[in-house]
């Protein structure tokens, strides 16, 4: 689908620990606007489906990216 809105929110530092091993990833957070019509899950191979949720209808965090809830905190006010 193409982007009708793209903005970027900030980017995090995310340490973390990968089978026994310390990682150190970049993470870059864009609030995108797209037609929800035109979007195709192409990597089905990675990605059971794609789904959309309300912030307030969110999935329990066992289904969730491991780094999620800390964006949505941290970003919460140009979310919406």
Same mark, same amino acid.
């Given at each position: 689908?193409e ?6 929110? /900030?980017?995090?530092?995310?340490h973390r $620990?990968?089978? /026994?091993?310390?990682? *150190?990833?970049?993470?870059? /957070?864009?609030?995108?606007?797209? $037609?929800?019509?035109?979007v195709?899950?192409?990597e089905?191979?990675?990605c059971?489906d ?15 990216h ?8 941290? *970003?919460? $006010?140009?979310l /919406?």
């Amino acid at each position: 689908a193409e982007a009708e809105m793209c903005e970027f929110l /900030g980017y995090d530092d995310v340490h973390r $620990d990968q089978d /026994g091993t310390p990682t *150190h990833w970049i993470s870059l /957070g864009f609030k995108v606007l797209v $037609d929800p019509v035109e979007v195709r899950n192409t990597e089905p191979d990675m990605c059971d489906d794609v789904r959309w949720f309300t912030m307030d209808d969110l999935p329990e965090d066992s289904f969730l990216h491991s780094q999620l809830p800390k964006f949505l905190e941290r *970003h919460k $006010d140009k979310l /919406g």
